[in-house]
């Protein structure tokens, strides 16, 4: 199956500094790329669909401008969380997909990256 | 629009035991359907999927799941648990466009010795 890749695995930063996460596929070309959180104990929720080449598309009440996405190529993709706070604590988890066969597709995530704000 | 209910947040059962995470789904059209686990501090695993081909769908782990139009259901079993299966289990439905995914709250299985 396909890999993807994220780094770091683990970052702590101080409240009001912005923290970097990269997503790769690692085997595969990814014209789209999802970025979730996940707070304890709680399910998966899609933050924002990165497509390569163009504007991410943001769901609704995610601050676009407080979580910056960059799709430069096909197979990175870059989130970014600009002067955080401790609320953004969270576990960020990326995923992507590939045709399977027919009209159907298949999922891959990242192992996740958990960001501590102090 | 498409919905996924996962009917209990914790489900505790004895090692050798079987288990059952009920999933119930909502969906205009026919929809593909998936098991994810997700164990402590690991990422995601998909177990199982149905794409509408046999309705009863083994996966990994010894782990299956039956697809059941009528009752809008896809729930999740295995006949004799193992201390390993203790993790977070989510149902996950897709979406029209069938590349993105709608998810369930998540299914807590504890194994209890």
């Known amino acids: 199956g396909a890999v993807v890749s994220q780094h770091p695995s683990r970052v702590i930063c101080k409240s009001g500094t912005s923290v970097k996460i990269e997503c790769r596929s690692l085997d595969f070309q990814a014209t789209t790329m999802f970025w979730y959180r996940q707070f304890p104990k709680q399910s998966l929720m899609l933050m924002a669909t990165?497509?390569?080449?163009?504007?991410?598309?943001?769901e609704q009440g995610v601050e676009k401008d407080k979580f910056l996405i960059n799709h430069a190529s096909l197979t990175l993709s870059t989130l970014t969380v600009t002067s955080a706070h401790p609320e953004d604590s969270s576990f960020y988890i990326c995923?992507?997909?590939?045709?399977?066969?027919?009209?159907?597709?298949?999922?891959?995530f990242g192992p996740g990256t958990r960001l501590t704000v102090t | 629009a498409q919905s996924v209910t996962q009917l209990d947040s914790h489900v505790s059962v004895s090692e050798g035991t079987p288990v059952l995470l009920r999933c119930n789904y909502s969906s205009s059209y026919s929809p593909s359907l998936f098991w994810y686990v997700q164990h402590p501090n690991k990422g995601l695993q998909l177990l199982l999927k149905?794409?509408?081909?046999a309705t009863l769908v083994k996966g990994i782990n010894g782990f299956e799941a039956e697809f059941k139009k009528s009752e809008t259901s896809f729930h999740l079993t295995k006949p004799s648990a193992h201390m390993s299966d203790a993790a977070e289990y989510f149902c996950?439905?897709?979406?029209?466009?069938?590349?993105?995914?709608?998810w369930g709250a998540g299914t807590k299985l504890i194994i209890k010795p």
């Open positions: 149905y794409t509408s081909a």
């Open positions: 995923s992507t997909f590939f045709r399977t066969g027919g009209d159907y597709y298949e999922q891959y």
């Open positions: 990165s497509n390569e080449g163009s504007k991410a598309t943001y």
């Open positions: 996950v439905v897709s979406s029209d466009s069938n590349y993105q995914l709608i």
